[in-house]
């Protein structure tokens, strides 16, 4: 109801006025209404009191809307009292809540206190900001400073650190044992990309197991797949700590000697015989003749022969059995030792056709028709007859050219260890000196005091009879002793010197 004023008109007793009755109808109404609005409709309820100030509500409910902005009033009690637009401003004290929740709807709450107690609302909106804290607690989570711990279990837990620099620290505690792991899960690629050393510290094995048909790449070029390393060029150590076991899957060791029999390609027959690396079992074709390899040292290797050719013994560069030259044949079989860079040992040889090493049609020792074997090794006994080879020719020389001509092609050969005698023999030869022949033509030849070296220069052509000879056993020492029933027999033209 709204107001209702009484009609005093417009001057005393004017009659323009209120009736009596209708200005106490007024007086009524309105009584009614505060009435109404501040008791129970007959009475003001109790608990109201007021002064020039303050208004005083003793356990008042207090419903509708508080508009307008107070500042100086100061309300002890609100229950379900909504503000929906302006700000209510706290000098002092606070707001609790001890029955029910205060709502703020839409509306924002701004505070320079601080606010006490737990926010009891399972899931929260967007908390959008918050300042500045020095530490908060979510659920398991702690954030303080640098470090975040996360709690599994009572005193389990996971501990991130951020220090100086930007290091990062990950440190997992499992107090009731060591099953603080931690396991990595990604859908895609793992990438971790170091601008320094990466290092991989472990109290137990590293183990990296990539799916089945995959493989561990290293520098992008050594794969381990199943077990096999394939892509590594060497493997280089000052010392290896232990024992290498299973097979290396080559002919070498780990220190380069071979250790199984690995067939190489043929090798074409060459003065020197060169032996190839990819493996000890070769093939020797063609029929030039030699009295030098080149192989390295240390290596023990089978060569087996196609055809003819003659191997001629040196004591130092090709030692043979019986210190003689060989002829091989078709199917011949001989196992040699380098004890040294080209310095070749004959360890054994076989002929194909069964019968014992002789000495071949370029010289040498050749056996005797006794039954028992061989032997020409140093200081040992020979059990056979013994004919020194009568493989000389005399010669002729040509001073300038440093060729000797013999007159015929008698089967001296390029690499063969030779002497000379005679009465005068051209200035640059010694008597008794070793010398080794070099290119052979049909009936000439030059002389070197090397296997291949530079022909000795002779500074006239001599006069007389001079003659060359293959020497049989240069170098031997030790006695040479002939089984008694045995002989010696040196034919006519040969000469044996005893130093």
Do not use: W
């Amino acid at each position: 109801m709204a107001y209702q004023e009484i009609g005093l008109g417009t001057s005393a007793a004017d009659g323009t006025g209120d009736t009596i009755r209708a200005g106490g109808d007024k007086i009524n109404d309105n009584f009614v209404e505060l009435y109404t609005l501040l008791g129970t409709g007959t009475a003001l309820s109790s608990g109201i009191s007021a002064t020039a100030t303050v208004v005083t509500l003793t356990a008042p409910t207090i419903s509708g809307v508080v508009g307008g902005t107070q500042t100086s009033a100061t309300i002890t009690t609100v229950n379900a009292t909504t503000v929906n637009s302006g700000t209510l401003a706290l000098a002092a004290g606070s707001i609790t809540d001890s029955s029910g929740a205060i709502s703020f709807g839409n509306e924002n709450l701004t505070t320079t206190g601080t606010i006490t107690g737990t926010l009891a609302t399972a899931a929260q909106t967007s908390i959008t900001s918050l300042g500045t804290l020095t530490a908060l607690v979510v659920d398991d989570i702690s954030l303080n400073g640098k470090v975040m711990i996360m709690t599994g279990d009572t005193n389990d837990t996971v501990t991130f650190t951020t220090a100086a620099n930007g290091t990062l620290s990950i440190v997992t505690v499992d107090t009731a044992g060591a099953a603080g792991n931690i396991q990595i899960t990604a859908d895609g690629t793992v990438d971790i990309d170091s601008a320094g050393v990466l290092t991989l510290d472990s109290g137990a094995a590293i183990n990296i197991e990539p799916a089945a048909g995959s493989a561990i790449l290293l520098d992008g070029t050594i794969s381990v797949d199943a077990g096999v390393v394939t892509g590594a060029t060497s493997i280089t150590s000052t010392a290896f700590v232990g024992a290498l076991s299973g097979t290396l899957g080559a002919f070498l060791d780990v220190a380069g000697n071979y250790i199984q029999t690995e067939k190489g390609g043929d090798l074409s027959s060459a003065s020197p015989l060169v032996i190839d690396t990819d493996g000890d079992y070769f093939d020797v074709t063609g029929t030039t003749n030699f009295a030098a390899m080149t192989v390295a040292a240390d290596r023990q290797f089978t060569l087996q022969f196609d055809g003819a050719l003659t191997m001629t013994h040196h004591a130092t560069n090709l030692d043979l059995p019986g210190e003689a030259n060989i002829t091989t044949a078709a199917g011949d079989v001989g196992v040699f030792q380098s004890t040294g860079a080209n310095t070749v040992q004959c360890i054994s040889f076989t002929k194909a056709d069964g019968t014992a090493v002789a000495a071949g049609a370029g010289g040498g020792p050749s056996k005797g028709t006794a039954p028992s074997t061989f032997y020409r090794t140093n200081g040992k006994v020979q059990k056979e007859d013994i004919v020194i080879s009568n493989h000389s020719a005399t010669f002729s020389a040509v001073h300038g050219a440093e060729t000797l001509s013999r007159g015929t092609d008698d089967g001296f050969a390029d690499d063969m260890n030779v002497r000379l005698t005679g009465s005068d023999l051209p200035n640059g030869f010694v008597i008794d000196t070793d010398y080794f022949v070099r290119d052979v033509a049909s009936a000439t030849m030059k002389l070197a005091l090397t296997i291949a070296g530079t022909a000795v220069t002779i500074s006239d052509n001599g006069s007389g009879t001079n003659t060359v000879f293959e020497v049989i056993n240069a170098g031997v020492t030790g006695p040479i002793t002939i089984k008694a029933g045995n002989s010696l027999t040196i034919p006519s033209g040969s000469r044996v010197v005893i130093q």
